[in-house]
C-alpha cells in the first residue's frame, strides 16, 4: 500500500514497502550516501545475520518513481549482564540521495515507521522499544535519547551520546547490557 509523504509533509514522494524496490537499488543507495565501507560500521554489526523487518522498512519514491531514500527496521536485542535477551527494533540506516537531502524524506520515513511500530500497539502491549545510532538533535522530536543507553555497549566503536533509544516506559530497560542481533528468539553475540 503506497501514500504520499506528502501527506506527512514531504512534497513530491511516494512511500513503498522496502521489499517491493529491486535490493540493487537499495545497496547502491546506501553505498551512494554511506560509502561502500559501511559494512564495518557499528550498527551493521548489531544487527549481523538478521533481516529487515518488512513490515517496518520503507522507500520513497520521486515524482518518477525513482528511489530517492530508504528506512530499514532490525530485530535486535539487548543482552543485560544476568544473560536476559530484552527484544528492541534497531532503526537505520536512513538514507537519502545527497541531493534530496533537506526536504525532509528522512523525517517523513522515521514518522513512518514510528506510526507503523505504533499501529498495533495497545496500552497492555506497546510496541518494542527502538533504538538506534545518530545525531541527538535529529532524533529527539520522535522521543529518541541517550539518557537510558549509557551503560549499554555495542560491538565496535560508537560514541555513547550517539546511541539512542525511544520506548514508552523507560523502567523496563536494562541499565547495563551488550547489544546485538536477534535471530530466532536468541540474541546472537556479534
Wanted: charged fraction near 15%; proline fraction near 9%; include cysteine.
Amino acid at each position: 500500500m503506497a501514500e504520499t509523504l506528502e501527506q506527512r509533509g514531504v512534497a513530491s514522494a511516494t512511500l513503498v514497502p522496502l521489499d517491493l524496490v529491486d535490493p540493487h537499488l537499495v545497496e547502491q543507495l546506501l553505498d551512494a550516501v554511506f560509502g561502500e565501507s559501511r559494512h564495518g560500521r557499528t550498527a551493521y554489526r548489531v544487527r549481523e545475520g538478521t533481516q529487515a523487518l518488512a513490515g517496518l522498512s520503507f522507500a520513497a519514491l520521486d515524482e518518477n518513481d525513482y528511489l530517492a531514500a530508504s528506512i530499514q527496521a532490525w530485530p535486535v536485542a539487548l543482552t543485560d549482564p544476568e544473560g536476559r535477551a530484552h527484544p528492541l527494533v534497531m532503526i537505520g540506516p536512513v538514507a537519502v540521495l545527497p541531493q534530496r537531502q533537506g526536504e525532509g524524506l528522512g523525517k517523513g520515513l522515521v514518522t513512518a515507521v514510528i506510526a507503523a511500530l505504533e499501529s498495533n500497539a495497545t496500552p497492555a502491549r506497546p510496541p518494542l522499544p527502538q533504538v538506534l545510532i545518530g545525531d541527538a538533535g535529529y532524533y529527539a522530536p520522535w522521543g529518541f535519547t541517550s539518557a537510558h543507553t549509557l551503560g549499554w555497549r555495542c560491538p565496535g566503536p560508537w560514541e555513547p551520546e550517539r546511541l539512542l533509544v525511544r520506548c514508552a516506559n523507560p523502567a523496563i530497560l536494562p541499565v547495563e547490557g551488550m547489544l546485538g542481533p536477534w535471530i530466532g528468539g536468541t540474541m546472537q553475540q556479534a
